[in-house]
DNA sequence: CATGAATGAGCCTTCATTCAT
DNA sequence: TATGAATGAAGGCTCATTCAT
């Protein structure tokens, strides 16, 4: 009986909760603290090349530690993967809900959101991008599947862009969207093809100008004539070597 | 006897070349041998997890042999990149030289040639595209050179296209002849997006429509429609899920 | 309580430090193990002929912990070298400083303490002068240093009985620490040239003799007598074949 | 019947002959070729650290050859070192002859003949003093052996010294042929020990004068001054560090 | 005789993972 | 919980040796 302890009792659970919430807190710190090392470290050298024990240093836990935070090494780099990947989420979610009620800025928004993630968090978008083939087949799966949950805000936007009649009728919304993604990853993956002087808002607005044109309806081309020719007055600048 | 010594010494030389080119033919067996297995290997696990041993076996050579043909085991898989990117531009070069003097159709062959080598070699695209950073700094400013270099018959044909002002002129030509190169190699990466009728002919059509939808000067949808609407009759057929 | 978090605090720093202690101790006799393992394999065969697989198992290890103890082959080699020179350096000083006052006899001392340590150290020995060659040159500039430092006691006695006038004035002080040492260290490389019944002692008595009779000034022989005349009943024995 | 072929068969045998002659004269030639590689190779590095390959190509032979001159690579250097014995058999026995009939000025001139080939040989004295251990057993008892064959021209000189009365009655023949031995041997393995500006002439006097004041007669000291007291005028010049 | 392509056992080293403390 | 010492399998690479030509 809970009574019967008393008002111990209750103190005692109180603490008890507060002790776990403490635990909580405690994992969740030290779980970003591997994840932000993961991504420090992993830049540039692929994830194979870096040694738990390096990670361990970099977080500035024990080997043994990381292990009862993750099932092993492949885990740690999955967990970075779902880390970026909820950032995307979360990043197109706010920036497309702030974006207003037009379709074709909200596309527009989260391209331009799913960018800034990729631009930031560049070395985890190349972990992301190019090491999944050498994650195990269960991995790989869960990655897929996260990627495509990814790909909904963009396809409804344009579903919605669609069904107002902004879309020529002959678009492929699903490509579209695909595009959209596939450029954005390409951020991270390719950006040393660009300039030196060449920035991520230069590209979002380059290709999104670029598959605009190609989908919306000529009729609404002078409406949304901000996203079609950015930088009007720099017009012909050469962009990729 | 002036002859038979001349003969001798001809004979001789003879098999001296001859042995040489025993060799030479031989070497270039070997090569392509353990490219081929290398490919196989790497695929969908990138060059990380696959041992030379296992390399060998495949390859049905021993190890020794493939550090004769090769430094190590990374000159192997830069030696399997630099080798699709010859086909690449191999097969870029036939396709747009028999597309004829339209320089349109001249650059949608060459994103057709690009994205059939990536077709047939899905397994080397993966490993280009997703293994460079674990590479050496020498031997990855190499891949990204070689990259660069079949960028330029897509620029070209761009570029030709704009002077006979077929292009609207606010067109982007670095950044189209990019985005066709991108579409390109994803089409290795990342067709599992794709539904499992879809194939690469699709892909190229689709893609190929959408770009030239966005850069065609709009007096020239009509000369191009078959480019702008591939499978007129499929029109909202469903690509990506 | 202050008391009692004070003696908590306490407890735990004195455990930290216990701990420390533990380690240091552990790593030491780690340390040891492997060293005593590597001067046991190398008898006789040279470290190239002994892998780190045969050490590990010797030492009664795994193999990944010799790497945390030693940087890696090389570095066992040496340390089984510098501890040997430690353990000369050691035995010189011990018994020199047992000879008392006068330097012939510390000479001597010096002489038989360096060639006890070589006979005990047989495979130590070998390996020390040996291998050095195989070595890397900067562990290889290791050796020699250690090398001369051992030199030191044998010369400053050689001087201090030069300036007792004990020596006869032509004497090479360099020289004769040279070749006492040299001497010492030819015991472990040669003694299969000596009867079976010839042991360290004999030999050291033998050497020793030689070199004095060499520069002892004739009017010191008689005192020297006993270290001039070794085994005087033993005139005319036969050492080397 | 030798006459039944009549001079064609004689002519045959002479051509046997001679062909026999020109095989051996290559034989011999390859062989030096391979020795002289060796011992160029295998300096500073130790045999363990030449490849069969490198020393193929060094001696400018192939592989293939080697081991149809050689049993195997363990052989290769025992011949390298029987040829250093050899030659100092040699250059032992031209010079204690020319050295004439005192026993004393032979026994010095054979230790100065040691000492010149392992000044000329310095690589491959240090190929044979060092490397033996790393040999098989067998291999080891033939170094061995002739190792003892070189030390009996100055045994014997000794001997006659001492039959001459030349020598003090408590001199230790063996032992001192043994040293002379030893202190030839020293110099190849540790002649930086030295100055710079000393070479192996001033160690030959050197060290032949530090034995001989010990083992001489006394009544023989003014005799053989030139040989006790050399330099006379750079008395106390200093030898080794 | 001579060549050198080919072999593959074995080496040094790394590092994911475990577990006693 | 947290640590980090310890493990040992596995990887890249070398090289002594063989043998078809």
């Known amino acids: 009986m809970p009574d019967a302890a008393g008002g111990t009792g209750s103190a ?20 970003r603290q591997v994840l932000d090392a993961a991504v420090r470290l992993m830049h540039g050298s692929g994830f194979q090349a870096v040694s738990m024990q390096a990670l361990a240093k970099e977080a500035d836990v024990s080997v ?16 970075v993967v779902l880390d970026l ?11 497309m809900a702030a974006a207003g009620a037009d379709p074709v800025e909200r596309l527009v928004a989260g391209f331009a959101a799913y960018c800034s993630v990729m631009d ?3 070395n985890a978008g190349l972990l992301t991008y190019r090491q999944s083939g ?23 936007a344009a579903q919605e862009a669609a069904d107002s009649a902004l879309l020529v009728d ?20 390719k950006h040393w093809h660009f300039p030196d002087d060449y920035d991520v808002h230069r590209y979002v607005a380059a290709q999104a100008a670029t598959l605009l044109r190609s989908v919306l309806a000529p009729a609404q081309h ?5 996203l079609i020719h950015p930088r009007d007055t720099e017009q012909g600048s050469r962009t990729a070597p």
């Open 222 to 226: 002078e409406r949304y004539r901000h």
């Open 12 to 31: 005692r659970a109180t603490d008890d909760r507060v002790a776990q919430e403490i635990r909580d807190v405690r994992a969740r710190w030290r779980t």
């Open 120 to 122: 930031a968090q560049r």
């Open 170 to 189: 002959t678009a492929d919304l699903d490509l579209l969207a695909f595009d959209l993604m596939i450029l954005a990853q390409t951020w991270a993956l």
């Open 64 to 79: 043994g530690l990381i292990y009862s935070y993750f099932g092993g090494k492949e885990d740690v780099v999955v967990a």
């Open 85 to 95: 990947v909820e950032q995307i989420r979360s990043a197109m979610q706010e920036r």
């Open 134 to 156: 050498e994650l195990g087949q269960q991995a790989r799966l869960r990655l897929k599947e996260a990627e495509r949950v990814n790909l909904g805000p963009l396809r409804d």
